[in-house]
T-cell receptor
């Protein structure tokens, strides 16, 4: 009965490959997010979707493409992986898209690019 | 853009000592949240403060929101080994418009180590 689940939990791949991370939430939340946490533990928002509509798109290389087939799912596809993409990627969701939006995070997906 | 800084970056304390982390925003916030991330874990929501000067307590944890709504603090009394982790504040920027979306910006985090 995990609230926000991400797969895979670990991902090790070579530079230049393409990979996807999937996220699903069963909380009935309207908004979902992707955050990137680097080795220094900084948490930076990448994307946010509200009811399948993209509402936040930070300065992220266009090799990163989010897709939200429905409001319970937000996937992240990364093309042509680079060493600097190595990080932990957290999916999160919140009830509302604005105003007091408390985030519920998934367990994270640790991506290592060799 | 909005920046949210936390100090200190790291803190080692003996078990039983108190601990405080401070959070400062470059812009006025509509609310501030605090999250805890255990080693190897994910951020977990602790509390939200909305009103200017608000103080909230959760057992040994005391959270404060500054009068100007640009800073906040988290104080832990008599730390325990279970308090180990990284504490993040997260601020939502005030907007003059009703409705509309404001993203939550996370602070730089304070990593707490508790020595038994």
């Amino acid at each position: 009965d995990t609230a926000v689940s991400q797969t895979p939990k670990y991902l090790v791949t070579q530079m230049g490959n393409d990979k996807s991370i999937k996220c699903e939430q069963n909380l009935g939340h309207d908004t979902m997010y992707w955050y990137k946490q680097d080795s220094k533990k900084f948490l930076k928002i990448m994307f946010s979707y509200n009811n399948k509509e993209l509402i936040i798109n930070e300065t992220v290389p266009n090799r990163f493409s989010p897709k939200s087939p429905d409001k319970a799912h937000l996937n992240l596809h990364i093309n042509s992986l680079e060493l600097g993409d190595s990080a932990v990627y957290f999916c999160a969701s919140s009830l509302e898209g604005y105003g007091a939006n408390v985030l519920t995070f998934g367990a994270g997906s640790r991506l290592t690019v060799l | 853009g909005q920046q949210v800084m936390q100090i200190p970056q790291y803190q080692h304390v003996q078990e039983g000592e108190d601990f405080t982390t401070y959070c400062n925003s470059s812009t006025t916030l509509s609310n501030i949240q605090w999250y805890k991330q255990r080693p190897g874990g994910h951020p977990v929501f602790l509390i939200q403060l909305v009103k200017s000067g608000e103080v909230k307590k959760q057992k040994r944890l005391t959270f404060q929101f500054g009068e100007a709504k640009k800073n906040s603090s988290l104080h832990i009394t008599a730390t325990q080994t279970t308090d180990v982790g990284t504490y993040f504040c997260a601020g939502e920027r005030s907007s003059g418009n009703s409705g509309g979306y404001q993203k939550v910006t996370f602070g730089t985090g304070t990593k707490l180590q508790v020595i038994p």
